[in-house]
C-alpha cells in the first residue's frame, strides 16, 4: 500500500496554494505526509504540472507524481487515478493536504479493517451520513474499474463521491466528538478563526 498525499494545486478560495502553506515549521503536504508515515507507508505527493517544480525543491523529485495530462478529468480523481495509472498494482491510502487536524487514531482504524482479500473495494468514514472521501484506502482492484468506466463514458461524474458509488465501500460512522478532525481550511478567516468554545482551530 502506498500512502498518498493529494496536494490539489492553487485553491481559489485560499488565493494560494494550500499544500505550501506553514504549519508548525513544515509544509501543508509534510503535515499529512508524516501522519501517512506513521502507519508505516511509503508516501509520494500528487501534484500537477504546474506545482512539480516548486514541490520538487521541498520534497524532492523523486518522491512527486504528476498528474496525467491525457485522462480527461478534473479535480482529485485526476491526482487518484494518475497515480494509479503509474502503480496499478499498489493501494493506496489517500490523504488530503488540507485535512490538517486529521489524527493518527483514526487513519489507524482504517488500517484494521482493511483486509487485502474481502470484498470491498474503498474504506472511508462517513460524517452526519455523508461520505468522506478524502481520507480513505482505495484498493487498486477498485479504481481499475473506475479507469474502465472513464474509458467507456460510464462514470457520470468525475467526483470523489461519485467514485465511491460505483464501488463495494467499508464505511465506518464518526462519533460526533471526531467530526472535526476532519474539518478542511478553504481560506485563511478559517485558520485564524476560533472554535465555538473560542479555542484556535490550529
Known amino acids: 500500500m502506498l500512502g498518498i498525499v493529494l496536494c490539489g494545486g492553487q ?38 504540472p504546474s506545482q512539480q517544480e516548486v514541490y520538487a525543491a521541498y520534497l ?3 518522491q512527486l507524481i504528476i498528474d496525467d495530462t491525457l485522462l480527461d478529468v478534473r479535480g482529485p480523481l485526476l491526482g487518484v487515478l494518475s497515480v494509479h495509472l503509474s502503480n496499478p498494482e499498489e493501494d493506496l491510502f489517500l490523504l488530503a493536504c488540507d485535512m490538517l487536524l ?18 470491498f473495494e474503498a474504506y472511508i468514514f462517513s460524517k452526519d451520513s455523508r461520505q468522506e472521501p478524502l481520507c ?6 477498485g479504481l481499475k ?32 466528538q ?21 479555542t484556535p482551530k490550529l
Not at 25 to 41: D, F, G, P, Y
Not at 102 to 119: A, G, Y
Not at 136 to 141: N, P, V
Not at 151 to 162: D, E, G, P
Open 145 to 176: 474499474k473506475i479507469v474502465r468506466l472513464l474509458q467507456t463514458n460510464a462514470l457520470a461524474r468525475h467526483s470523489m463521491k461519485c467514485v465511491l458509488s460505483n464501488l463495494q465501500v467499508c464505511e465506518t460512522t464518526l462519533e460526533s
Open 11 to 48: 485553491s481559489l478560495r485560499m488565493g494560494t496554494d494550500k499544500g505550501l502553506l506553514d504549519h508548525q515549521n513544515k509544509i501543508w503536504a509534510q503535515v499529512a505526509a508524516e501522519k501517512l508515515a506513521s502507519l508505516n507507508l511509503p508516501v509520494k505527493f500528487s501534484v500537477n
Open 102 to 119: 486529521m489524527e493518527i487514531r483514526l487513519m489507524e482504524k482504517l488500517i484494521k479493517l482493511f483486509k487485502p482479500d474481502d470484498n
Open 60 to 62: 524532492g523529485k523523486g
Open 178 to 198: 471526531d467530526y472535526k478532525y476532519f474539518d478542511n481550511f478553504n481560506s485563511k478567516e478559517e485558520i485564524k478563526g476560533t472554535s465555538p468554545d473560542n
Open 136 to 141: 480513505g484506502i482505495y484498493k487498486a482492484k
